[in-house]
């Protein structure tokens, strides 16, 4: 399955910014990483499907700011980033697999977001 990330950019620090990450097939499990500046790769967000019913988890440096959302009907999942900070700024990776956990087997090309004043 591949995996196609947008959204990412400029934006101000307490601003707020949308991620997409379209699947050309059907994933169990997606989620967003991403890797700052000088720093190793980190797990954000996850949102894993069972039935109807999405379950999601956070890291916690970026729960009550960051939503996961997953719109089955197009295979498309989605990263709404508010009250960005600086610390924020990294390249953003979208991952899914069909084992029920991350990382999966695929990922997305990075997507720049950088918040800065």
């Known amino acids: 399955v591949q995996l196609q990330a947008s959204g990412g950019g400029l934006v101000q620090p307490g601003g707020s910014l949308r991620l997409s990450c379209k699947a050309s097939g059907t994933l169990n499990v997606m989620g967003w990483y991403r890797q700052a500046p000088g720093k190793e790769r980190e797990w954000v967000a996850t949102?894993?499907?069972?039935?109807?019913?999405?379950?999601?988890n956070y890291q916690n440096s970026v729960k009550g700011r960051f939503t996961i959302s997953k719109d089955s009907t197009k295979n498309t999942v989605y990263l709404d980033m508010n009250s960005l900070k600086t610390e924020d700024t990294a390249v953003y990776y979208c991952n899914g697999g069909t084992m029920g956990k991350l990382p999966g087997d695929s990922w997305g090309q990075g997507t720049l977001v950088t918040v800065s004043s």
């Open positions: 949102i894993r499907s069972s039935g109807h019913v999405g379950f999601t």
